[in-house]
């Protein structure tokens, strides 16, 4: 089996696994980690390519995280930020068995626009990124951080935070990140929300600039899941506004005990 990079934290009776975005790795949740390690024990995941599971052979595909973290967690309450939330709601699906709630923060059934999904990123937003990429690895990650800032209150400081956190544990591989482009240009979880049988939270960002809030409340209409959207956030929230993140997860905590 791939060697998979996951922490474990706390001690509490709620398992709950955290599955990080594109780029970034699973330090970046310390203020949330910090929120919950009191009450709950945490798993805290570092996606294939990824920080300590750079070296991981893994592709950066839904269903292969989803069922490998799986198979190394307790069932679990799973929360999956931005490109995360695309395994956490894969893994929902498919291995509801492991899955006892689902918190869907600043994540997306589908990332890209289309024609009739107009709650995404534009499709050559996503194809730019892969050409910069090849171009200039750093300084294309760093823009990508300011749009994932972009528009918060906090934007300032949750900037100067993710650029701390961004190769703390060294750069992700290439591979995976255009791996990662791909996975959020294509997949399309929207038909299957209905499936869902676990609760579920879509936690948005009024301010987001790269997942529109709206698209989350659709979803969560969806799957008859809860809705919190938080005023003031864009799309790292757990950066500035971790308690009401923790809020607005609390009718899930007592799932994954």
């Known amino acids: 089996m791939p060697e998979l990079f996951i922490e474990k934290r706390g001690r509490g009776a709620a398992q709950v696994v955290l599955i990080h975005g594109w780029a970034m790795h699973g330090g970046v949740f310390a203020p949330l980690v910090t929120a919950l390690e ?6 805290v995941v570092d996606l294939p390519g990824h920080g300590r599971s750079r070296d991981c052979g893994l592709p950066l595909e839904a269903g292969a995280c989803a069922r490998l973290i799986a198979a190394r967690t307790p069932p679990a309450l799973w929360l999956g930020w931005s490109l995360g939330g695309l395994v956490a709601l894969t893994a929902a699906l498919e291995h509801a068995q ?7 923060l600043c994540a997306s059934p589908r990332f890209a626009r289309g ?13 730019q990124l892969g050409r910069d990429l090849d171009r200039d690895y750093r300084g294309t990650l760093e823009r990508f951080l300011a749009l994932e800032t972009l528009g918060s209150e906090r934007a300032r400081e949750e900037l100067r935070q993710l ?23 294509a997949t399309d979880l929207r038909a299957r929300l209905p499936e869902l049988t676990r609760p579920s ?16 409340a659709w979803s969560a209409e969806q799957c008859e899941g809860g809705f919190a959207c938080l005023e003031h956030a864009g799309h790292a929230p757990f950066l500035g506004y971790a308690d009401a993140v923790v809020e607005a997860l609390e009718p899930l905590l007592a799932e994954a005990a």
């Open 38 to 43: 009191a009450r709950c024990t945490l798993h």
């Open 115 to 127: 024609e009739d999904w107009p709650h995404g990123v534009e499709r050559e937003v996503i194809a």
């Open 201 to 216: 939270a879509w936690i948005a960002g009024r301010r987001d600039r790269l997942i529109p809030w709206a698209g989350m």
């Open 163 to 185: 650029r701390a956190d961004l190769y703390a544990r060294g750069e992700p591989d290439p591979r995976v990140l255009h791996e990662g482009l791909a996975m959020l240009d």
């Open 98 to 104: 492991q899955v006892r709630a689902l918190a869907m």
